[in-house]
């Protein structure tokens, strides 16, 4: 279902040194989803990034594949390292652990917030 993503906008600021450009804050947007994107690309088109999306809201919402609750959570700590070439990407998805407690803390506490008013 997200095949079909149209990017609207992009920014990035990049220093160029020793035949690569680093970047620390680049973005792709469109309405379902941001990329954010740090590391290097160089001059023979090797790449070293690591990109972190984040879904909008609506389109979780939407999504039959991101459906509510915790993976809306889960969406939010998604890492993808991208190495290889322009030519020939190579991807690796991770979670970052760190992230889904951060988040989970919040949500816990607003359900239990919740669960104790419908007791009482």
Known sequence: EFKNIVFTDAQADFLIDNKKFYTENAQLMSQTVSLRAKGSIDFDMNLDLN????????A?????SLKKGPT?????????????????????VSTSPFKVIGNTTDLL??????????IF
């Open 51 to 58: 990109v972190n999306p984040q879904f909008s809201e609506i």
């Open 72 to 92: 809306n959570l889960i969406t939010q700590a998604f890492d993808i390292r991208i190495t290889g070439t322009l030519d020939k990407p190579k991807y690796k």
């Open 109 to 118: 506490k607003d359900g239990v917030k919740g669960i104790l008013q419908e």
């Open 60 to 64: 979780i919402l939407k999504s039959d």
